[in-house]
């Protein structure tokens, strides 16, 4: 058999390890995912907000 006691609980420490990293290296891939997605929202509002303001200015130039 093996020479570990009957109550070594190494293998589960191990699993208990590996299960933390994983959680760890997933909660790090979706923060990283959630800021990227919102600096591409924060983009695009100021393209958008710039793109309205230009056709503004030539609404008004037009105009007069």
Do not use: K, P
């Amino acid at each position: 058999m093996t020479d570990r006691g009957w109550n070594d609980d190494s293998d589960y420490r191990d699993a208990v390890q590996r299960a933390e990293r994983a959680t760890r290296l997933g909660w790090a891939a979706i923060a990283g995912v959630v800021g990227t997605l919102g600096c591409a929202l924060i983009a695009m509002a100021s393209a958008c907000a710039v793109a309205v303001i230009g056709c503004l200015y030539v609404v008004m130039t037009l105009d007069c």
